[in-house]
């Protein structure tokens, strides 16, 4: 046998279901009934006690979703969703604000325990009284942290340091009550009702997500994050997220995300707008590593995400930044729109695909400003029996005059049952502009291997370098807290798939 | 010419019907299998003509076409003008005059088998999943059937279509078979003057150690459609080595799909687009790698002026048996006025681990820095402009290497240039 095959297998025995976020948490949860209709998206606002333009807002694009028909042109086979068959509405259950953390519901403590929350914060997510005001532990960088758990927010950190630089950071819900003009105003402006078949369902639905609002010249001190969990069974998360950066502004931003081991799928579809206005930088990271199924294909998320940004003050910059090493299905394209003159779009992607994941993701970037730049670096890497696409867009408007894009598309193979696919797009309108484009594939190289198993290392570790070097265009972009997490999860998403 | 209903999908349909129409009220006269033509009439009225929504049409409307109408054709003559567009080679003729073969101007074979007379079918089109195709099969009425035996030379073969500009639909079908070790160059010219519809449909049989040079100028009348589909399979050892030139025609669609199906089979799909005025060109590949060590090259140059558009669209699908595989393709334009645009999608579809595939696109003017050295030793401005353009091509051009037909190309490349290829508007 050779020592490929040998490896493989034994790896493959050692680490049937090394997903270690799978757990579920039993909570008191207080669930609508299954299914979508006109009352379940009057229950969901109400529950909320959402103004009547919000319902009115919701109930129209739930109309226009009815008439659409779910999108077949992504190369991703999956049987069809019984959109009947979820629970659009599930929250734990809460109680009286809890006075320590002696008092809070301990499986909601082992969840943020296993997630890896610090205590401290962990306290905060409880809504433990008085937690919030408590200075950090040491230099740890501060990260202030939203947490939405199913369809809910649970609760969100820092809230007063960000209040004194004028930042609002917390759940969508919350700022719905509190900030109504500005969430009217910039809600559905990036991505509109009838944008997808997605956006109009999450749009009717949606339950929770975060907001953040940086006023003029400010800079964020801190990165902003939100948790993201999938716990209820035969729920779907809808969460919408809204970053409005005014002029000269910064904010970095992080998102996770989890869900607990299950064999059925659960459907995931998000929104998330950013608007940038003059001199405005938006940077948005993501390590999504939903629940991808088991070692057969079972069970898993199906993600559906629609991420735009608007680029529409001059020398705004909006840089997306993902690792996607999780769901069963990943469907999702964040975009930006160059609307304002220099302004700056900017993607970096590692996608992995193990077992029977499929994903197809990329980027649209639209150049309608002048001297509007913009960089695609797209890594993705298939193993198992997975499928790996990338999809993008680059399009030169007759306007933008001087435009520039460079996009450098890689995949990596590992194993001959996979698939990797690359699908550019590239329209240009106006002879000023200056596009280029590059795609590769390949398999990791013998040598390389040879090199790293002569100097004793196991040929997982091995694998794992390699890929790690693969990304580092990508990885390099993370803040770096994200980027040790990316890294182990890169190997951690590889293991069982060594060839 | 009369116009059809309005909208798009309207008229596709419109158009789809009177093609069928027309084949109703001739088939007990078209030469040829009825059986292959019925069926393909079944699908041409199932599946219309190719629509907007379809990913492979998204770039390419048909619209323009549909609404036009074309009478089958009728026997013409070539002027002395038309004819002296051919290109002066040696080479064994095989004329076809709006669609018909014209035995006068053609020449006699030697060592090899042409049959005319009939459209020449083969076995390797489909037009379940062309619809062009399927127009093609039902409306055929002649073309030339090529067959050169093994380990034999057959030369070069000037296939010339000549249209005569009447407002005419014609769709010629070549079949050319190479037997194991057989050689041919296949100079596929098609010319024309005016108005009228060339949908030819060509399919290349290449048996193991066999190569074909397929070099073709696509230089229609200003108000032409071309409309061509390409089938190439390609056994152990064999190679597909093709060239395009596209110069002319309103609209036009070169579809290419090429098939490795042998271990160290090759193809090259290389191609150079010129287009002016209001033109859309589109060059479309489909090479499919399926067995080990297979090779594919293509290396696409589109220079764009006036109103004009091109497309190209560049598929590398590799099967899971064809390990080895190696894959490239590089797409290149110039924009060379403020109203032409370039779309382009290279893809690749992978289902092999050991290979490597590569593609790259580049859009983009001509080098600000490259002019200005040129004409800081004196070039003048027009004249450095066209060494550069001519530069741009020549990674395309430069793997031509029968010296006659690459002679009539820059030719061609130049008139182009001289005529209106530099006039930016």
């Keep these: ?499 | 010419m009369s116009i059809a209903p309005s909208g798009p999908l309207a008229a596709l349909k419109a158009a789809a019907d009177s093609f069928v129409a027309d084949y109703q009220a001739r088939k007990t006269t078209l030469p040829g299998d009825s059986h292959v033509r019925a069926e393909s009439a079944a699908l041409l009225a199932a599946n219309g003509l190719p629509g907007p929504r379809e990913e492979a049409w998204r770039y390419t409307a048909l619209r323009p076409f549909a609404e036009a109408q074309f009478k089958p054709t009728a026997k013409a003559e070539p002027s002395a003008a038309l004819l002296a567009r051919l290109p002066h080679v040696e080479a064994t003729r095989l004329v076809f005059v709006d669609g018909r073969f014209h035995s006068e101007l053609s020449g006699v074979p030697a060592g090899f088998r042409v049959t005319t007379g009939e459209p020449a079918y083969g076995t390797l089109a489909r037009p379940a999943a062309e619809k062009l195709v399927a127009l093609n099969t039902m409306l055929a009425e002649d073309g030339a059937a090529i067959h050169v035996p093994a380990n034999t030379d057959a030369g070069t073969v000037l296939l010339a279509s000549l249209a005569t500009g009447a407002a005419v639909g014609f769709h010629p079908r070549h079949h050319i078979v190479l037997e194991p070790g057989a050689q041919l160059t296949l100079l596929d010219v098609t010319i024309g003057d005016g108005e009228y519809l060339h949908n030819p449909v060509l399919t290349f049989e290449v048996a193991a150690g066999a190569t074909v040079t397929h070099l073709r100028t696509q230089d229609e009348g200003a108000g032409a459609f071309h409309l061509s589909t390409v089938y190439a399979e390609v056994a152990e050892g064999g190679t597909y080595d093709s060239f395009a030139l596209i110069l002319g025609a309103k609209l036009a669609r070169m579809e290419v799909h090429a098939r490795l199906a042998g271990p160290n089979a090759a193809a090259h799909l290389n191609a150079a687009q010129l287009l002016g005025a209001s033109q859309h060109a589109d060059f479309t590949t489909i090479v499919r790698h399926d067995a080990p060590n297979t090779a594919s090259r293509q290396t696409v140059k589109n220079v764009l002026t006036g109103r004009s558009r091109g497309v190209f669209q560049g598929k590398i699908e590799v099967a899971r048996v064809a390990q080895k595989t190696d894959g490239y393709q590089m797409n290149q334009a110039l924009l060379l006025s403020a109203n032409a645009e370039m779309d382009s999608k290279p893809q690749l579809e992978i289902y092999a681990d050991d290979v490597k595939c590569s593609h790259g696109a580049t859009v983009g003017a001509l080098d600000a820095d490259q002019l200005f050295y040129l004409r800081s030793r004196g070039v003048p401005e027009a004249e450095a402009r066209a060494i550069l353009v001519r530069a741009f091509l020549s990674e395309a051009l430069d793997p031509i290497s029968h010296e006659g037909a690459r002679a009539a190309m820059e030719a061609a490349i130049a008139a182009w240039w001289a005529k209106g290829g530099r006039v930016q508007t």
């Excluded at chain 1, 719905?176 to 990036?190: A, C, F, I, M, W």
């Excluded at chain 1, 956006?199 to 639905?205: D, F, G, P, R």
């Excluded at chain 1, 190289?445 to 198993?453: G, I, K, N």
């Design chain 1, 1 to 499: 046998m050779p020592a490929v095959a040998e490896t493989l297998d034994t790896v493959q025995a050692a680490t049937e279901g090394g997903y270690k976020w799978g757990f579920s948490t039993d909570i008191e949860m207080e669930m609508a009934p299954k299914g979508l209709n006109e009352d379940i998206i009057r229950l969901i606002s109400a529950r909320k006690n959402e103004p009547q333009w919000l319902l009115d807002w919701r109930l129209a694009a739930y109309a226009v979703w009815l008439k659409m028909t779910e999108p077949e042109w992504a190369m991703l086979n999956h049987p069809p969703i019984d959109y009947q068959d979820l629970h659009y509405y599930a929250a734990p259950k809460k109680k009286p604000g809890p006075k320590s953390l002696d008092e809070v519901d301990p499986e909601l403590l082992r969840t943020y325990e296993k997630l890896g929350i610090p205590l401290r914060e962990r306290a905060i997510l409880a809504g433990v009284e008085g937690a919030d005001g408590a200075p950090a532990d040491g230099d740890r960088p501060q990260v202030a942290m939203d947490a939405v758990f199913d369809s809910v927010s649970v609760a969100t950190t820092f809230k007063s340091t960000l209040a004194k630089a004028g930042v609002i950071f917390c759940p969508i819900s919350e700022a719905v009550q509190e900030h109504p003009e500005l969430v009217r105003k910039y809600l559905g402006s990036v991505v509109p009702t009838n944008d997808n078949y997605f956006a109009a369902l999450n749009s009717a639905v949606f339950t929770d997500g975060s907001f953040v609002y940086i006023p003029k010249g400010v800079r964020c001190p801190m990165e902003l994050s939100t948790y993201f969990r999938i716990n209820a069974r035969n729920t779907g998360q809808f969460e919408r997220t809204l970053i409005i950066a005014e002029e000269a502004s910064y904010v970095s931003y992080l998102e996770g995300c989890t869900a607990p081991q299950r064999d059925e799928n659960q459907l995931h579809a998000a929104v998330v707008e950013l608007v940038a206005f003059d001199d405005a930088q938006i940077k948005y990271s993501t390590v999504q590593n939903w629940y991808p199924g088991d070692a057969e294909g079972k069970g898993g998320i199906y993600n559906f995400v629609t991420k735009r940004g608007h680029c529409r003050g001059a020398r705004s910059k909006i840089s997306w930044t993902q690792v996607e090493t999780g769901s069963a299905i990943t469907w999702k394209y964040p975009s930006c729109v160059l609307q304002g003159d220099d302004s700056v779009g900017e993607f970096y992607s590692v996608a992995l695909t193990n077992n029977y994941q499929q994903a197809d993701t990329g980027t649209k970037m639209i150049h309608i400003g002048k001297r509007t730049k913009s960089t695609i670096v797209s890594k993705g890497i298939s193993a198992g029996h997975s499928n790996n696409t990338y999809r993008g867009l680059v399009r030169i408007d007759r306007r933008a005059d001087g435009a520039r894009n460079f996009t450098q598309c890689d995949s990596l193979l590992i194993g001959d049952q996979c698939g990797a696919h690359t699908v550019p797009y590239i329209e240009s309108r106006n002879p000023t502009a200056k596009l280029e484009h590059e795609a590769t594939t390949s398999k990791i190289a013998e040598d390389q291997l040879f090199y790293c198993r002569q100097r004793g290392l196991s040929q997982e570790d091995a694998v794992g370098l390699i890929v790690n070097g693969f990304c580092k265009d990508v990885l390099k972009e993370l803040p770096m807290e994200f980027a040790v997490e990316a890294q182990k999860l890169l190997a951690i998403s590889l293991e069982g798939s060594v060839g």
